[in-house]
């Protein structure tokens, strides 16, 4: 099986990051490089807090991509922390420091430490949309259908 397709990008590593990893990814097949917490010491992240952390890096895009902040699954089960924005979005243009922002769900305090895993970053293709105003749209079968229209999990094998 061959990987995805490889797109370079280019990273500034900044002076308060300069002893911590390069985002990189825990496995072959991650879809995520792990983001470290560029902090000077241990922050404290209350029940209900958020912060925003630094990451001490700034990246360069090429146009066409976008680089998403997503959680990491296992800082979410075992703590209760996650990113607020998942997923946080940074543009083609933007070019200042990465900052995750942290919200803690849990209920006991959450320290984040120097180099600590707290995110991924996913970088991908996206479309750029022109819009077309109509007066109305093609049907289909699920038609106007919101929230919870096709069913909730437990409807998994009773529909008919």
């Known amino acids: 099986m061959q990987g995805p397709e490889a ?5 500034v590593r900044l002076p308060h990051a300069r002893d911590l990893a390069l985002p990189d990814y825990a496995t072959a097949a991650a879809a995520g490089a792990d983001l470290l917490a560029a902090v000077s010491g241990e922050i404290e992240l209350g029940p209900l807090d958020r912060l925003i952390v630094p990451t001490g890096i700034a990246i360069a895009l090429p146009p066409g991509f976008e680089a998403q902040v ?3 699954s296992g800082l979410a089960a075992r703590n209760g922390v996650t ?5 946080g979005t940074i543009d083609a ?3 200042g420091e990465v900052g995750v922002i942290l919200v803690n769900l849990g209920k006991e305090i959450f320290t984040i430490t ?3 895993r707290i995110a991924q970053l996913v970088v991908a ?3 750029r ?3 077309r105003e109509v007066t109305e749209l093609g049907e289909t079968a699920r038609g106007a259908g919101g929230f919870g229209s096709t069913g ?3 409807d998994v094998g009773r529909r008919g």
Do not use: K, S
Request: net charge positive.
């Open 93 to 95: 243009d933007y070019r």
């Open 152 to 154: 909730t999990a437990g």
């Open 7 to 11: 797109v370079e990008i280019e990273v």
């Open 83 to 87: 990113v607020a924005n998942a997923p």
């Open 125 to 127: 293709r996206h479309a």
């Open 129 to 131: 949309a022109t819009w």
């Open 70 to 72: 997503r959680p990491r």
């Open 114 to 116: 120097r180099g600590m």
